[in-house]
């Protein structure tokens, strides 16, 4: 993955996920509602008319953020080396290229990071150094094995990872997590009754001190 932009280091925040479906692009919409920042999925494989950068569109309220156009939008709903062979492409990290944006830039994965790109690369190859890493982390039986390899592979590659936890709370699971790693949390991202531009303003709100703490603003 190329970035060709030029001039003073912009954030960088990448979110990724310890599996499909634990809350990546809520996450998101509420980094880049909190933070008024741009927002890029790379690689988007489903629904083209229902996609991630439409939801997290839909749900921010500022008027600073732009939703940057996919570098590959794939039809199929499933992991991008499959979904870009069914669509005779092949997905080459050469041509993904940042965005070029002077405001901060949240940038969301697909699935969780080992999730193959192609016959060599994955999900975790389009991390830049200097980026900061967001894992989301949510209950279900398997997730503390999950939880905890990912950020193994974030540390192996040099990265400091920092941690959301979605759902309701589980504390023997979260405990465990935070005892063996020491990973910053950022926050909580509850149930919600209804995912909405309200709420997702109220959450981004309470994460505005974690992310001043940590420098991520």
């Known amino acids: 993955?190329?970035?060709?932009?030029?001039?003073?280091?912009?954030?960088?925040?990448?979110?990724?996920?310890?599996?499909?479906?634990?809350?990546?692009?809520?996450?998101?919409?509420?980094?880049?509602?909190a933070l008024q920042a741009d927002y890029w999925k790379p690689i988007q494989a489903g629904d083209l008319d229902a996609s991630d950068s439409h939801t997290v569109r839909d749900l921010i309220s500022n008027a600073k953020t732009v939703i940057h156009p996919n570098a590959y939008a794939l039809r199929t709903p499933m992991s991008p080396h499959a979904a870009a062979e069914i669509d005779n492409i092949r997905i080459d990290l050469k041509?993904?290229?940042?965005?070029?944006?002077?405001?901060?830039?949240?940038?969301?994965?697909?699935g969780g990071l080992l999730v193959p790109l192609n016959g060599q690369d994955t999900i975790c190859d389009l991390i830049e150094p200097g980026y900061r890493v967001i894992v989301v982390s949510r209950h279900y039986l398997g997730s503390?094995?999950?939880?905890?390899?990912?950020?193994?592979?974030?540390e192996r590659r040099g990265l400091e990872p920092f941690l959301i936890f979605s759902g309701d709370p589980h504390p023997s699971t979260e405990s465990i997590i935070l005892q063996k790693t020491g990973v910053q949390v950022l926050g909580r991202i509850e149930e919600l009754q209804e995912v909405s531009p309200a709420q997702v303003r109220r959450v981004a709100t309470s994460f505005m001190p974690a992310l001043r703490s940590y420098n991520l603003l």
């Open 1 to 33: 993955m190329r970035d060709d932009n030029e001039g003073p280091f912009v954030n960088r925040l990448f979110v990724t996920g310890i599996s499909t479906g634990v809350g990546k692009t809520l996450a998101a919409a509420i980094l880049v509602e």
């Open 95 to 110: 041509e993904i290229k940042t965005p070029d944006t002077r405001n901060t830039l949240v940038i969301e994965g697909a």
């Open 144 to 154: 503390i094995n999950h939880t905890l390899m990912t950020l193994e592979c974030l």
